[in-house]
């Protein structure tokens, strides 16, 4: 967690925004020991003392499922040694896999170990491959209630510079197959409704986002096209710290190029650009909210001259992918409220439901 996470954190009235999702991956940066082992009392200080509002365990990510990860020695600064709690100048290898649980049943032990101590939502974030992992947590799940708060599913087309080119190409299941597997398997078991559901995998793109919404994605996560939005121009040169437009590198001229004064401004128009154009297509379909569009009102080309139900490509039942009902009906009302005399519109969060 680094320190501008924290600064003015501690006063009286914290500042707005910043509000996070604390990852915690097979290396547990920041939440680990001098041997590197997960430590539950680093934990808690961490949530103490920034402005975390959730836990997501991280299985895997869409572009390198079950492949650890590997942060060369000369891009481990003094700063980021400290924030993930390593030597400096060292590389720096995280795991393929985590050292905490085991299987399903081991998992949801953690989850609720790390939501008793913490007292906040856990959730997992996952590619999608072999179903049978799934199966056995919704089981579990269903049986001991015992669980997730949110499931976060990568696509096998999230992209990072930090991958070899066959897993970033071939491996783990694109968005919408994956995410409506997964879906599809709490759904049958009836506990779809008691799960937050997020994607991710260029979901950044509206008419991308609109099918995940479709699917029921309570939220989208957005990578790619923020990072473009602040001048990644996708030079695969991630790992040798010579980025030329100084996103990602710890070299200090390169690293000029990332002027905070104009790059935020250009996400803050993507993300105002996202939203009202996601607005823009769930009134064309007459709904207040895009997270409303149903899986009938969206088809899936096949060419120029057939198309396919959403719902009938990924065997929906009618159901499925929209809030419950009284979810819709509270979706509608704060949609829907009258704004007060000098006072600001209700924030139109397209980014969930």
Known sequence: ?????????????????????????????????????????????????????????????G?????????????????IAETRGILPGRDCVSPSRHAEFSDCDSLLDWVELLAAETGLPVGIKSAVGDLTFWSELADLMRDTGRGVDFVT???????????????TDSVSLPFQQGFARVYRTFAERGLHEQVVFAGAGKLGLPDNAIVAFALGCDMVNVGREAMLAIGCIQAQKCHTDTCPTGVATQNRWLARGLDPALKSVRAANYVRTLRRDLMKVAEACGVEHPGLIATDAVEMLDGR????????????????????AADRAEIVQLMTAEVPQGGSAPPSATAQR
């Open 63 to 79: 572009a390198k499922p079950s492949l650890g990860g590997l942060l060369p020695g000369a891009k481990v600064s003094a700063e």
């Open 1 to 61: 967690m680094p320190p501008e996470h924290r600064r003015g954190w501690a006063v009286a009235v914290p500042p707005p925004g910043r509000e996070l999702i604390f990852q915690i991956g097979t290396a547990y940066f920041g939440c680990r020991d001098e041997h590197g082992r997960f430590s539950l009392n680093r934990l808690r200080d961490v949530v103490a003392g920034a402005p975390v509002r959730a836990l997501e365990i991280k299985l895997s990510q």
């Open 153 to 167: 599913v990568d696509g096998g087309e999230a992209g990072t510079g930090a991958a070899p080119l066959i897993f």
């Open 305 to 324: 001259t057939a198309s396919t139900p959403l719902a009938e490509v990924h065997g929906y039942r009618p159901e499925w992918g929209l809030p419950s």
